[in-house]
């Protein structure tokens, strides 16, 4: 059978909670959920924009997957007008310039609470020894030893009372427990290396214009190679 | 649903803006730059490659959004 809380049970559920948990549970969801979100980003970028091909050594590496675009352009006739036909040329992009990634994730938490402080304990766990020798004059270099040391403190999230009254002209009063969490999620910039990697694609989306020197030079090596055999 | 993305104009530099929906269909997007005339369009080839990147990203940012609500 299912228990109905009280007034006073729900602020009880949260008595005794050491502060460490009330803040630390809500963050630690919070990294896991950005963890999962980066890896399901990198998961979909890998499997999505990049195929698996053999190189010379006949290694599977990842190459990005290439889209084909057509270009149209005007073309201005020698007496000025406009030709009624635009020259057209084919060029490809990389898949990956065309997806607009973003890292999404939780940029920002928000945890409210008033707490009742009932106790803390102190837990020192420093030999007699260590202590005589951090007595000793005020040495900075002595080395710090976090788990010599712990505190908790422990209470219950303050209950606001909220009295209402009703038609008979009785007051009852309701107990609530406080404990608000607000997580926003929003945009983080790309990590450098993949914002890197996608402008050098998008910078190698332009014809490369071949200078009639360049086109001699080809030949040339061809002619050398020719020479050579 | 539909989201908007941007490439470079090979022939300018400027961005070119694109519906990824109207992108699919075969339309074509001019360049943002008045002096240009560069118009593109995706070649029927990879549309199918397209779609079904562009669906794949549409399921990621639904996932992500249902993970951080
Ligand atoms: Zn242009």
Avoid: W
Avoid at chain 1, 66 to 79: G, S, T, Y
Avoid at chain 2, 12 to 18: A, D, K, P, Q
């Amino acid at each position: 059978m299912a228990e109905k809380l009280g007034k006073g049970q729900i602020s009880r559920e949260f008595s005794g909670l050491p502060l460490k948990a009330l803040l630390g549970a809500p963050l630690k969801a919070t990294a896991d959920a950005n963890a999962m979100l980066a890896r399901s980003q990198t998961q979909f970028m890998l499997s999505t924009c990049f195929e698996k091909k053999p190189d010379a050594d006949g290694q599977e590496r990842l190459s990005p997957k290439m889209i084909q675009f057509k270009l149209e352009r005007a073309v201005i006739n020698p007496d000025g007008s406009v030709a009624k036909v635009p020259a057209e040329m084919n060029f490809t992009i990389p898949l990956l310039t065309l997806v607009p990634l973003s890292s999404l994730a939780v940029d920002e938490l928000d945890i409210s609470f008033e707490m009742e402080v009932k106790s803390s304990t102190e837990h020192n766990f420093e030999k007699a020894e260590d202590r005589e020798k951090s007595a000793d004059g005020n040495d900075v270099t002595h080395p710090y030893r976090s788990d010599h040391f712990t505190c908790e403190m422990h209470g219950t999230i303050a209950k606001s009372s909220r009295s209402n009254q009703s038609e008979d002209g009785s007051r009852s009063a309701t107990a609530n427990a406080r404990y608000d969490i607000k997580l926003h999620a929003g945009k983080l910039p790309l990590p450098v290396g993949l914002t890197t990697i996608i402008d050098i694609f998008s910078k190698n989306i332009a014809p490369i214009q071949l200078k009639e020197g360049a086109n001699q030079a080809e030949e040339a090596n061809e002619k050398n190679k020719e020479d050579e055999e | 649903m539909s989201f908007q993305t941007n490439i470079p104009c090979p022939d300018c530099g400027s961005n070119i803006l694109i519906d990824s929906t109207l992108l699919l269909s075969g339309e074509k997007f001019a360049c943002t730059n008045e002096a240009c005339s560069a118009v593109l369009s995706l070649d029927e080839s990879s549309i199918t490659q397209v779609r079904d990147a562009f669906d794949k990203y549409e399921e990621l940012k639904r996932k992500s959004q249902e993970s951080t609500s």
